[in-house]
């Protein structure tokens, strides 16, 4: 059931109770936990937090955990599985879901006692009827026994219980195309960490180190391609008016601000990942849309490169520098010069441009909203073997918290690793020629043994590699057809047992809805197949399965897109 | 040089002054005493001589019986300084010591911590209401009643004050109450996490 008002029916009723939340892995959730967390703190209500990366932890963590539990707050997992029929919990259990994947179960959507969603009430418009989905059968079912009671003869000649079977079989009919059409497409909606920082502001809780962190959520959001640009311009707007109202200062009272308070700050940031902390020459490399625009993956895009630094006037040796010791007017005229001359080099605004906030605190340099979310996303998903997930999960609550800038320089660090790992798999894809078309869609594998092969691994890096690949690919391909083809991403996962990660993403051209519907066609194709696919991860494109299968299920899949 | 082992003890004293306590240094004490007996004997030979009218000893008796004084000063304040670090040590880790610290003890110091154990016990008895109170517990005002606690280590269940069951695993973050979890933290079970 969709929850109305926030305060009366999630918060005041949580009061005094212990609360267990389980968090999915990403930067998103990961902030909506920290505001959930700041506003429980206030309150003083007990809680306990555990994370969880999918489907089979989190019925793992929730019989560990349940004893004695009476509310369970989801976060940006769960909405799209019936939570009920999966966590079979006793019937005092609530459950309040607050996630961002849609569509969301209609099983979820329709039970008025055990589950409440935590959501927008615009965003579920698309549901199905309650009347589509389930009916009253007791009447028919008793008729029918009745009718076999009393005889054979009886029931032949009842038109109206056949006139009932066959509106039954109508429904019924209805029933799975309904479904199918509300969950062919998975796609997002509003962040998690905005919807807590809403409930936060609800109850007149809201600070400046809450409104940064769901703007840190919103940015995930929008580099791991969850929400088109749209979506993200429509949020950034919300979240600029909570900035203004914050951040506001009279005149006179500008100096008496104390330099060590949290300063939040709308701009037009630069797209480049990471540019405060690196060189321009490496941030431009490894920014998506201008590596894939000019190429830079070969000698001529870089020599293109070069071209257009010089035109810009900026020296070559200055852009080797870290972005922060270039001369200062210099690196004052980078945006200008760069928005000048982009279009020359057949650049859009967009590409360049990211309406984003940063943060001032202390002296230290400032943050931006992306450099955040790498870092925490980097740590999040490290590459390093030796490390449990939830050791990664506590680092990245780290990196959140406000003040701990060592931990915020090992995560921009671990982020330049990860980035460089990508650029450099985008290019072997291409240098190798590996990105494939198999008629409706693309397909790439990464090889076994490669260098940074743990990496991709992981849900979220391996869509941003995936996008990166078809990106570069669509860049560099003569097909015309290939702005409509999406991508399917193999990764190796555990050797030991002959696992891959398999992702697939939507094709360029549907860029402006980012709605996926290779949840479905997976689902499908492992059905057809009889491969032992695992849907064990809150996105349903993305799958496990074991290496072996993988020519039969591309097979069963090819037959089923085209 | 005169009294110099018992500024041995002193500087053992010094170096130590963390959370740790030396062992007993029985040998040092044991050479102290010896050396206030020498200088003790020495001193009754020559006293002889000073009531027989030689003046000219009494500087030798004068520096001899400094020196006595000096290290039964020095001897004392090892003890005493044994016996505050013990005495703090029972605020801090409670009434069972941990075993290196028992081992380090003397049989006297051990009595008196015993003894001194029983009186801090009784006297916790008799103050507050019916069931006592704790007086080791909260020696610093705490700032709130609950903590943010994160799992270091696969503790298993834990049951609260209230009846709640907890299951303490590795990495997971739990806001309990601070009393109930503040010896979990000493054990190095749970880590407090500051905000």
Same mark, same amino acid.
């Given at each position: 059931?969709?929850?109305r008002?926030?305060?009366?029916?999630?918060?005041?009723?949580?009061?005094?109770?212990?609360?267990?939340?389980?968090?999915?892995?990403?930067?998103?959730?990961?902030?909506?936990?920290?505001i959930?967390?700041? !506003?429980? &703190?206030c309150?003083?209500?007990?809680?306990?937090?555990?994370?969880?990366t999918?489907?089979?932890?989190?019925?793992?963590a929730?019989?560990?955990?349940a004893?004695?539990?009476?509310h369970?707050?989801?976060i940006?997992?769960?909405?799209?599985?019936?939570? /009920?029929?999966?966590?079979?919990p006793e019937?005092?259990?609530?459950?309040?879901i607050?996630?961002?994947h849609?569509?969301?179960?209609?099983? *979820?959507?329709?039970?008025?006692?055990?589950v409440?969603?935590?959501?927008?009430?615009?965003?579920?418009?698309?549901?199905?009827?309650?009347?589509?989905?389930?009916?009253?059968?007791?009447?028919? +079912?008793?008729? #029918?026994s009745?009718?076999?009671?009393?005889?054979?003869?009886?029931k032949?000649?009842?038109?109206?219980?056949?006139?009932?079977?066959? #509106?039954?079989?109508?429904?019924s009919e209805?029933?799975?195309?309904v479904?199918f059409?509300?969950?062919?497409? @998975?796609?997002?909606?509003? +962040?998690?960490?905005?919807?807590?920082?809403?409930?936060?502001?609800?109850?007149?809780?809201?600070t400046?180190?809450l409104l940064?962190?769901?703007?840190?959520?919103?940015t995930?959001?929008? =580099?791991?391609?969850?929400t088109?640009?749209?979506?993200?311009?429509?949020?950034?707007?919300?979240?600029? $008016?909570?900035?203004?109202?914050?951040?506001?200062?009279?005149g006179d009272?500008? *100096?008496?601000?104390?330099i060590?308070?949290?300063?939040?700050?709308f701009e037009?940031?630069?797209?480049?990942?990471l540019?405060?902390?690196?060189?321009?020459?490496?941030?431009?490399?490894h920014s998506?849309?201008?590596?894939?625009k000019?190429? %830079?993956?070969?000698?001529?895009?870089?020599?293109?490169?070069?071209?257009?630094?010089?035109?810009?006037?900026?020296?070559?040796?200055?852009?080797r520098? &870290?972005f922060?010791?270039?001369?200062?007017n210099?690196?004052?005229?980078?945006?200008?010069?760069?928005?000048?001359?982009?279009?020359k080099?057949?650049?859009?605004?967009?590409?360049?441009?990211l309406?984003s906030?940063?943060?001032?605190y202390?002296?230290k340099?400032?943050?931006c909203?992306?450099?955040?979310?790498l870092s925490?996303?980097?740590? !999040?998903?490290?590459?390093?073997?030796?490390?449990?997930?939830?050791d990664?999960?506590?680092?990245?609550?780290d990196i959140?918290q406000?003040?701990?800038?060592?931990?915020?320089?090992?995560?921009? !660090?671990a982020?330049?690793?990860q980035?460089r790992s990508?650029?450099?798999?985008v290019?072997?894809? %291409? #240098?190798m020629?590996? =990105?494939?078309?198999a008629?409706?869609?693309?397909?790439v594998?990464?090889?076994?043994g490669t260098?940074?092969?743990?990496?991709?691994t992981?849900?979220?890096?391996? =869509?941003?590699?995936?996008?990166?690949?078809l990106?570069?690919?669509?860049a560099?391909s003569r097909?015309?057809?290939?702005q409509?083809?999406p991508?399917?991403l193999?990764?190796p996962?555990?050797?030991?047992?002959? @696992?891959s990660?398999?992702?697939?993403?939507?094709?360029?051209?549907?860029?402006?809805e980012?709605?996926?519907f290779?949840?479905?066609?997976?689902?499908?194709?492992?059905e057809?197949?009889n491969?032992?696919?695992?849907?064990?991860?809150?996105?349903?494109?993305i799958?496990?399965?074991?290496s072996?299968?993988?020519?039969?299920?591309?097979?069963?899949?090819i037959?089923?897109?085209? | 040089?005169?009294?110099?082992?018992a500024l041995d003890?002193?500087r053992? %004293?010094?170096?130590?002054?963390?959370?740790?306590?030396?062992?007993?240094n029985?040998?040092?004490?044991?050479? /102290?005493?010896?050396?206030?007996q @020498?200088?003790?004997e020495?001193n009754?030979?020559?006293a002889k001589?000073a009531?027989?009218?030689?003046?000219?000893v009494?500087?030798?008796?004068?520096?001899?019986h400094?020196?006595i004084q000096? *290290?039964?000063?020095?001897?004392?304040a090892?003890l005493?300084?044994?016996?505050e670090?013990?005495?703090?040590?029972r605020?801090?880790?409670?009434s069972?010591?941990?075993?290196?610290?028992k081992?380090?003890m003397?049989?006297?110091?051990?009595?008196?911590?015993?003894?001194?154990n029983r009186?801090?016990?009784n006297?916790?008895? $008799?103050?507050?209401?019916?069931?006592?109170?704790d007086?080791?517990q909260?020696m610093?005002?705490?700032?709130? %009643?609950?903590v943010? /606690?994160?799992?270091?280590m696969?503790?298993?269940e834990f049951e @609260?004050?209230d009846?709640?069951?907890?299951?303490?695993k590795k990495?997971?973050?739990?806001y309990?109450?601070?009393?109930?979890?503040?010896?979990?933290i000493?054990?190095?079970?749970l880590?407090?996490?500051v905000?």
């Open positions: 059931m969709l929850v008002d926030f305060k009366r029916e999630f918060y005041d009723v949580v009061q005094h109770q212990r609360v267990l939340v389980l968090v999915a892995f990403d930067v998103d959730s990961l902030c909506g936990c920290k959930l967390q700041y !506003l429980f &703190q309150d003083q209500v007990l809680y306990t937090i555990v994370p969880v999918d489907l089979q932890e989190l019925e793992k929730f019989l560990e955990n004893e004695g539990i009476k369970v707050v989801l940006n997992c769960g909405a799209t599985v019936d939570i /009920v029929d999966l966590l079979q019937d005092h259990v609530r459950f309040y607050c996630d961002s849609r569509p969301v179960d209609v099983h *979820n959507f329709y039970n008025a006692v055990q409440k969603l935590l959501m927008r009430e615009d965003e579920l418009s698309t549901i199905p009827t309650y009347d589509e989905l389930f009916r009253d059968d007791s009447e028919d +079912s008793g008729n #029918e009745e009718d076999s009671d009393t005889g054979y003869k009886k032949k000649f009842d038109e109206e219980s056949i006139m009932r079977r066959q #509106e039954k079989r109508r429904w209805n029933r799975v195309k479904l059409d509300y969950t062919k497409f @998975t796609s997002y909606g509003t +962040s998690a960490s905005l919807v807590m920082f809403d409930l936060a502001w609800k109850l007149s809780k809201d400046n180190t940064w962190l769901a703007i840190v959520g919103v995930d959001q929008y =580099i791991h391609f969850k088109p640009r749209d979506k993200y311009m429509e949020d950034i707007l919300t979240l600029q $008016s909570h900035v203004s109202r914050h951040n506001q200062r009279g009272n500008e *100096n008496t601000l104390s060590n308070s949290l300063k939040i700050s037009e940031e630069l797209n480049f990942p540019y405060r902390h690196w060189t321009l020459i490496d941030t431009i490399c998506m849309p201008i590596a894939c000019l190429r %830079l993956w070969s000698l001529k895009g870089q020599k293109r490169l070069h071209e257009f630094l010089a035109e810009m006037g900026l020296p070559l040796n200055q852009c520098q &870290q922060g010791a270039m001369d200062a210099l690196r004052s005229e980078v945006k200008g010069k760069i928005q000048e001359f982009m279009s080099y057949g650049l859009d605004i967009q590409d360049v441009i309406p906030f940063s943060l001032h202390g002296y340099s400032q943050l909203a992306t450099d955040y979310v925490s996303i980097a740590v !999040l998903e490290s590459g390093d073997k030796s490390r449990s997930s939830t990664n999960f506590l680092e990245a609550c959140l406000k003040g701990c800038t060592d931990k915020m320089e090992a995560g921009l !660090l982020a330049k690793l980035l990508i650029y450099t798999q290019q072997s894809f %291409l #240098e020629h590996q =990105i494939i078309s008629g409706p869609f693309l397909y594998f990464v090889q076994e260098a940074d092969s743990s990496y991709f992981h849900p979220q890096c391996s =869509i941003r590699l995936a996008r990166f690949a990106q570069a690919h669509c560099v097909n015309k057809r290939a409509s083809l991508l399917v193999g990764a996962l555990r050797q030991e047992e002959g @696992t990660l398999v992702v697939g993403i939507p094709p360029l051209d549907t860029d402006d980012r709605k996926n290779f949840g479905k066609a997976f689902e499908q194709a492992a057809a197949t491969t032992t696919a695992k849907f064990n991860n809150f996105d349903s494109y799958i496990e399965m074991k072996e299968d993988k020519s039969k299920f591309f097979d069963a899949l037959s089923i897109l085209q | 040089m005169l009294a110099e082992k003890l002193i053992e %004293l010094k170096r130590t002054s963390g959370g740790t306590l030396p062992p007993f029985e040998d040092k004490i044991r050479q /102290v005493l010896e050396e206030v @020498t200088l003790f020495q009754r030979d020559t001589y009531a027989e009218g030689q003046h000219d009494l500087a030798a008796i004068q520096l001899r400094a020196g000096r *290290n039964k000063r020095c001897l004392l090892y005493y300084n044994r016996l670090n013990i005495r703090r040590m605020w801090e880790f409670g069972v010591l941990p075993a290196d610290v081992y380090n003397c049989e006297h110091e051990a009595q008196w911590f015993n003894q001194y009186l801090l016990a006297y916790m008895r $008799s103050i507050g209401e019916s069931g006592g109170l007086l080791t909260d610093k005002p705490p700032k709130s %009643l609950y943010l /606690v994160r799992c270091l696969d503790h298993g @609260t004050q009846g709640t069951v907890i299951l303490l990495n997971s973050q739990h309990l109450m601070r009393s109930e979890c503040e010896h979990l000493r054990q190095g079970v880590e407090h996490i905000q």
